[in-house]
């Protein structure tokens, strides 16, 4: 070794052939990389329970001899599609829970329709979910329902929760979900009311189309899709790396539009007047004030989550009513909290062991 | 093992990595500005008008040329989503009918486990 430049010189020669290969390597695979298309999303064994409009329940096979007497409901976040949380075989949040012995239902959304756009918040909190959450009951024999949000799915789920504090909800799961709208600094100032039309948005263009949401999330790191580009080309002779590449920006590319009036309220009720945290939000005329939720919660936040900063999602735990509460703040992002190796490491063995014992 | 700091390729990795860093960081305090949110509502604003003048031209278009207009058509849209509806509810309750009856093959999927399922004590299995 050259211990005044510190190269290992024997390696140099090793390390330029392994250079040379990967080259090749890379040649060959971006032209496989071009024609052919990524993994199949989504392929948990599931049935369609229930279907209306933007709303999708499904009911995922179960695999195991004996299940937990209490479902699952998972609310996925509305501008994203639920295959996040079952990827492949083995990267599959959903496949890990039946596994494990739950019972798990999924309210997923498509993309709701030009005439969908009148679609306000109380179509979400008061029909959509008592809906799904009927239909769940009705399938399984079981009043109880364990309701699990993503994001914007744990905001519904909380307001849900808060105007139906008397039940069935049995236990309330929130992944990385924001109560103070103040503190998403960038998505406040791309909302900023004396620049940011709503209305006219709105009227004009009747639902939020899915690439303005895309931009709005990419805007938040906007080097990011560039450099992982650059990264994809230096990994593309490894296939994990494109494999694993190529789930998660389908999935990110994948948004939903959202519908018209749903988020003219978002933007006023949260963004602009932050409701939620001033324990004023109400949804039909009903108070949600989520200090009204006694089941038990667990709140999971990410702590580099440049999408939901831990300071807006952090007043959750505070705020709500129950005596069983517990936040647990886990290394990763926004995403790579909920899917991905960092998952499977960390957030979903401690959701096992705190849902398992709950769910009797 | 090669030492990762002197190594090219790791170096350049990392110099990657640095600067979105360092790009993020400045974009995001470039764009935490009310420059930033007044001048990207502006373009904004003007895309969203442009295009409900486009939409309005084309109604206008249709109508002329004895298409069916935009209204008509969610019309129907929205008659055949309730169609949907109906037959989505029509299909639930024919399983369930099903499911009530014991037919064979009378559930919708493969039968289902018991729920009697309990927690596992601290490392093992199931109490």
Redesign the interface.
Known sequence: MNAA????LL?IPD?IQS?VQRAIQRSIKGVEYIASSGPSLGSTPK?I?????TMNLY?Y??V??????VPILIVMATTNRGYILDLVPGQSFIEFLLKR?Y?VYMLDWSAP???EKSLRMEDYVLDFIPDCIR?VQ?D?G?TDVTLIGYCFGGVLSLLYGSIFADGPLKNLICFTTPVDFREM??FQ??A?R????VD??I???GNVPPE?ILSSFE??????R??SQ??LW?NIWNDEYVKSYRMFDRWATDTLPLAGEYFRQITKDLMWENKLYNDAMSVGGRLADISRITAPVLHAVAEHDHIVPYDAAKPLIQKIGSSDKQEVMLKGGHVSLVAGANAIKRLWPKLD?WL??R?? | M??K???P?AMW?NM??E??KG??AF??QA????E???A???V??VT??A??QLGDMMEKYLVGMNLPSRAQM?GM??RL?AI??QL?EIK?LLH?MQRNSGAPGGS???P?????????VAGGE?K
């Open positions: 430049a510190g190269l290992d390696s390390r250079e049935d329970l229930h279907a209306r409009g009911h096979r179960a195991a001899d004996e299940i937990y007497r012995g019972d329709k030009p005439e239909q009705r399984c079981v600094k960038l100032n791309f900023d004396r620049y940011f039309d006219r948005l009227d004009s263009a303005m805007m938040l790191r906007p080097a990011s560039a450099a650059v990264q230096e062991s398992g014992e769910s009797t | 090669a030492d700091s002197n190594d390729v990795q990657i990595g600067m979105e790009f993020n974009a995001n764009m935490a500005s009310p930033f949110s007044k990207v509502n502006q904004g604003g969203a008008g295009q409900k969610v849209a929205e989503q949907e509806g989505g639930t369930q919708a999927g493969p289902r486990p018991p729920r009697t399922r309990r927690p596992p199931p």
